[in-house]
């Protein structure tokens, strides 16, 4: 359930998935011979240089290019012995030091036709040192992609990283199916299960819509207005309304069918086989996958946990588990029952992370009873490294959204999502806090967890073996952190300070060290917590599932926790104390918290916060720092409050119920009831908040008018899809258009990623209102000009509106349409394994300009610009240039142009 146990457990399912695929594989090639040159050494994060690009000296003792030949079944084993790894550990200090990277090279021929070529074990590959394509890092059974080829020699150029040792392989084969358009499961599939019970008067149900992984294996053409087609089912047929969908040529991604149960079929067996094919159009002609055979697991609700699926925010079709509440008679459910959110370790399963809350009230009981008492139990999941950071977060916070809809649909117990306890463990126990700086809880019990990434055992040191190291200074170096800001957990714990609060460990816990939870628990008493308990389970380890007797709950739902959950479900909704107080960094800003909402930060870069103090008399009182517009509305916390004393100016609230919202504008140092030509001035909605991985917080669609574009979103939707399961809808450049300014794009696209050089119509409109100004020869940004040569880009968050809809946001990326590519391609490459994230979602502030060649050579120390936009979208004081201040001479980057001018 931890990051290290998660990572053994993946490498124990990589080896039963390489067994697996030596059958089906066998048809496939393997590329036998491979030159690989190393070691390096490498940073812990997503962006890194390349060593062999600039040196071949390499501190861990001198590299080489040494000759590797495939196994059968084509994996590849690298290790370097010749290295004294525990000398380095002991002498440098730390197991950061044991990841390296190399660069392995291997050739393949061909006769002249498309080829399918695939690469397990790795991030991504590069074919003939120009196009670039997603690996199947966890050996999952990502579908190849298929590749038009000269006849000849080719070659397969892999950036490689390992710990210690690493194990990849490369197939290339013939494509096999007539149908370019693909259908596949295994793990790719979000499958919801068909539940019965005694309580639901129409037989079984289906709890949401089916996920399963498709691809376009046509290297030019798109496939449209793709349908799903379902053959013979006694239970199950196609809702009449499918969501629409097109595939860009060589997309992978998640499609979604819709089924509804046939009237009057009778309760479910173990399991409903559902045999579903897609049908598209290619051209002009129609083309049809092969069927892919689905099994969904039958549940009894009464008695077991049940999957469901939901929309996430980003739009990708996700699932959770659930199980309902128990014993509502006596409970504290009233009308509708609260929720109890759990967070799980790495790699559980929604399923597993659920029937973790298990108890016998006897040890002699034939069965074990599932779930809480009086309250839904709601375990999220999504696929790959979020560590419930940024669209992880996201998930767990969609998935409480969908339940109570959920659970009208199929009229099971409603749900009151107003009252809300999160918990986790492990990886888990960091997001119960992360949950709770963005959603209104009643409490928390964080169990086993950690509190930055960066501090937890060796996982994503920042800059310290880095090649990009000596190249980043601090300043940039705080920028790129900012963008971490937060999922700080320590930072922001006065948020969670007036709440109940139950941290617990085992004492011998060596996967994530007592030392977390007690450091939390001290900086919980210095913000001044009052109910907060850290128990330390003398003895226990990481994980167990009896804490005193035989299935007394164990580490998640033993008496200790049920006991807890039991006092704070049980209260009416009220704050626990009089007094609060909200940290705010980035995106958390719009969580409404005990009536109030932070809309804006006259810094968005920076720390804000909010204290409020409710005096049983009088003015309640708000204090305020780094806030200029603040949405107040009047919930149980402020009954029969009259006044607030907001920084010391006395403002009324609105008594009438019509009224029961008030925005406050802080006008030049006073704080008023906003007004139009107040507010305008905070143009940044809330829902524009970055830093750049926000552009996941509503449904995505990317565009791009060149080739070179398109390969790169073709490159970035994979990624999302083998990183996170996420979905990207690629959209022709047609479907994007610009009028009088104003880019339009379908309706179903909320945020908008965009690739090409400036003086495309969409980019240039996009543009148009930022600080960032191309001219035909040069980019400016504040004080600087960088001439636009082929390795110039820049990717920025920008302002933009579907028309008639809330303000959201772009992403653009640009320079030249190569340079732009190269880019969105590099910065979306994740490079630790096995814990890769999603593409830039990790230390990327709201924009970076960069050199293309030296971000190869040194990461972000290759970086030109990086910084925030502020509230009116302007640069801020904050940022970071690094160029020639005009006026003086020659840099690599300075236009001779301007020289001449001069
Ligand atoms: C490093 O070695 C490789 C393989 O021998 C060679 O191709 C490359 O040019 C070398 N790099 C440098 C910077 O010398």
């Known amino acids: 359930m931890s990051h290290a146990i998660g990572h053994v457990t993946w490498r124990a399912a990589c080896g039963l998935v390489l067994l697996a695929c030596l059958v089906p594989c066998a048809s496939a090639a393997a590329v036998k011979k491979w030159s690989v040159l190393g070691p390096f050494v490498i940073g812990k994060n997503e962006l890194d240089g390349e060593a062999w690009r600039s040196s071949n000296s390499s501190e861990l003792g001198g590299a080489a290019l040494k000759k590797f030949v495939a196994q059968s079944g084509g994996s590849v084993a690298v290790s370097w012995p010749e290295v004294d790894w525990q000398s380095l550990v002991n002498g440098v200090g730390g197991h950061e030091i044991l990841e390296w990277q190399a660069r392995a090279v291997g050739g393949f021929k061909t006769d002249g036709s498309n080829v399918h070529i695939s690469c397990q074990g790795v991030t991504s590959f590069t074919l003939d040192d120009s196009q670039s394509f997603v690996g199947d890092l966890y050996w999952a059974k990502l579908p190849a992609h298929v590749v038009k080829l000269k006849a000849g020699n080719h070659r397969i150029s892999i950036r490689l990283r390992g710990k210690l ?182 790699s559980i399963t929604a399923r597993d992370s659920a029937d973790a809350y298990k108890m016998k009230f006897n040890d002699k009981d034939p069965e074990y009873r599932f779930g809480i008492e009086g309250a839904w139990l709601l375990a999220p999941t999504r696929h790959g490294a979020h560590n419930w950071e940024g669209p992880g977060r996201r998930t767990a916070l969609s998935a409480l959204a969908a339940l109570p809809q959920l659970a009208q649909r199929l009229a099971l117990p409603p749900v009151d999502a107003s009252r809300v306890v999160v918990a986790g463990h492990s990886m888990g126990g960091h997001g119960a806090w992360l949950f709770a700086f963005a959603h209104d809880v009643l409490a928390v019990v964080s169990s086993a967890s950690w509190l930055r990434k960066d501090q937890y055992a060796d996982s994503n040191k920042v800059l310290l073996h880095d090649l990009a190291t000596p190249k980043v200074e601090p300043l940039l170096q705080g920028l790129l952190r900012t963008a971490e800001a937060e999922f700080d957990v320590e930072a922001q714990a006065a948020t969670v300070a007036h709440l109940p609060v139950l941290i617990r460990v085992g004492s011998q816990d060596r996967t994530v060290h007592p030392w977390f939870s007690r450091r939390m628990y001290r900086t919980l008493l210095s913000e001044g917590a009052k109910d907060v308990t850290l128990t330390e389970l003398p003895g226990k380890e990481h994980w167990w599932w009896d804490t005193a007797k035989p299935n007394d709950g164990g580490a998640v739902n033993d008496p200790e926790i049920r006991n807890f959950l039991k006092r704070v479900l049980d209260k009416e909704k009220s704050p626990s104390s009089l007094r609060w107080r909200s940290v705010v960094f980035g995106s958390v800003g719009g969580t409404l918290r005990h009536g109030l909402r932070v809309r804006a930060l006259a810094r968005p870069e920076r720390r804000a916060e909010v204290s ?154 996009l543009l148009a209102n930022s600080p960032m100004a191309f001219d035909s020869s040069m980019l400016s940004l504040g004080g600087c000009s960088w001439l636009r040569g082929e390795n110039l880009a820049a990717l920025s968050l920008l302002p933009w509106k579907a028309s008639a809809k809330e303000p959201r946001l772009a992403l653009v990326a640009t320079g030249t349409s190569r340079s732009a590519a190269e880019a969105l391609t590099m910065l979306s490459t994740p490079t630790i394994p096995p814990m890769a994230r999603q593409p830039l979602t990790h230390l990327l502030p709201d924009y970076v300009v960069l050199d293309v060649e030296e971000t190869r050579r040194h990461g972000p120390g290759g970086y030109l610009a990086a910084g925030f936009w502020s509230n009116d979208w302007q640069r801020l004081p904050s940022a970071y240039e690094r160029c020639t201040p005009r006026g003086d001479r020659g840099t690599q980057h300075r236009s001779h142009r301007v020289a001449e001018e001069l």
Not at 230 to 252: C, D, T, V, Y
Not at 674 to 691: E, L, S, Y
Not at 741 to 751: D, F, L, M, R, Y
Request: net charge negative.
């Open 612 to 765: 409020v103090e409710l005096p049983e008399k009088g003015p309640a009182v708000l204090a305020t720092s780094n806030v200029v517009q603040l949405q107040w509305q009047r919930s149980k916390e402020w009954q029969g409050v009259q006044q607030v004393l907001l920084d010391g100016q006395l403002q009324s609230l609105p008594q009438e119920a019509v009224f029961h919202q008030v925005q406050w504008c802080l006008d030049f140092g006073t704080w008023k009831v906003c007004d139009f030509a107040v507010a305008q001035r905070h143009q940044r909605h809330p829902n524009q908040a970055g830093p750049m991985r926000e552009i996941y917080s509503a449904p995505l669609c990317g565009v791009s008018a060149d080739e070179e574009g398109e390969k790169a979103l073709q490159f970035f939707g994979n990624m999302l899809v083998m990183t996170g399961h996420g979905v990207i809808r690629l959209l022709s450049s047609q479907e994007v258009e610009v009028h009088g300014g104003q880019v339009t794009a379908p309706a179903s696209c909320e945020n908008l990623l965009v690739v090409g050089a400036p003086e495309n119509a969409v980019v240039a409109a």
């Open 165 to 346: 040792q690493t194990q990849f392989a490369c197939h290339v084969e013939k494509p096999s199916s007539k149908s370019p358009l693909l259908l596949f499961g295994d793990s790719f599939a979000a499958l919801p299960d068909v539940i019965s019970s005694p309580d639901v008067p129409r037989g079984i149900q289906i709890c949401g819509d089916l996920g399963l992984g498709s691809a376009n294996q046509d290297p030019d053409r798109w496939i449209k207005d793709l349908r799903p087609v379902l053959i013979n089912n006694k239970f199950l047929s196609l809702a009449p309304e499918q969501p629409r969908l097109h595939l860009a040529p060589g997309q992978i991604t998640r499609a979604s069918v819709r089924l509804e149960v046939l009237p009057d079929v009778g309760p479910c067996k173990d399991e409903v086989f559902v045999d579903v094919a897609f049908e598209g159009m290619l051209g002009e002609e129609r083309s049809r996958s092969e069927a892919l055979r689905l099994r969904l697991k039958c549940r009894d609700v009464t008695r077991q946990s049940f999957v469901f699926t939901f929309q996430d925010a980003d739009g990708s079709l996700q699932h959770a588990a659930a199980v309902l509440p128990w014993d509502t008679e006596k409970s504290p459910c009233k009308g509708a029952c609260p929720v109890l959110v759990t967070l799980s370790g790495t």
